[in-house]
């Protein structure tokens, strides 16, 4: 009995082991593509699947669930790390398209992703390692009289 103790001790001290390592790796993969916040990953995943998207920020905001304000500062910063592409504005309207890394390594961190976005566990772990984007609480106005 003694001997089964130990041995569910071990392995549940290389479970969580793995567990680490394998959050390392989703880090490393994230800052490889230069992707820190939930919105980005949300934009560049919905590109990911689309290809394309015409469309506003505001239309793209309410397809992945995000503010228009976080989704447009996502996407501008995916075109900056050269994951998405940008039409010019026609209409109110632009072109969004996923553009995959050049870089045969961030090309790699990009597809392992995605892969481990394909089921629960995965996009479970991918939650725990990118971050919300702080909002700014917000101010009441002052309306009425206040009594000391």
Not at 21 to 48: I, K, N, P, R
Not at 56 to 72: C, L, N, P, S, Y
Request: hydrophobic share 35%; net charge positive; proline share 3%.
């Amino acid at each position: 009995m003694f001997r089964e103790s130990v041995s569910s001790f071990e392995l549940t001290r290389v479970d969580v082991a793995v567990e680490e390592s394998q959050d390392g790796s989703v880090q490393e993969s994230l800052e490889a593509l230069g992707v820190a916040l939930l919105s980005e990953w949300d934009s560049l995943a919905f590109l990911y699947h689309h290809s394309a998207s015409l469309g506003t920020v505001a239309q793209i905001a309410q397809f992945v669930g995000h503010d228009k304000r976080e989704i447009g500062a996502a996407l501008q910063r995916l075109e900056t790390l050269g994951l998405v592409r940008r039409s010019r504005i026609s209409q109110g309207i632009r072109m969004y398209q996923f553009s995959e890394p050049s870089e045969p390594g961030r090309r790699s961190c990009l597809l392992s992703l995605m892969s481990l976005a394909q089921n629960r566990t995965g996009r479970l772990r991918l939650l725990q390692q990118l971050k919300s984007p702080q909002r700014e609480p917000r101010r009441r106005r002052n309306t009425g009289l206040r009594l000391a």
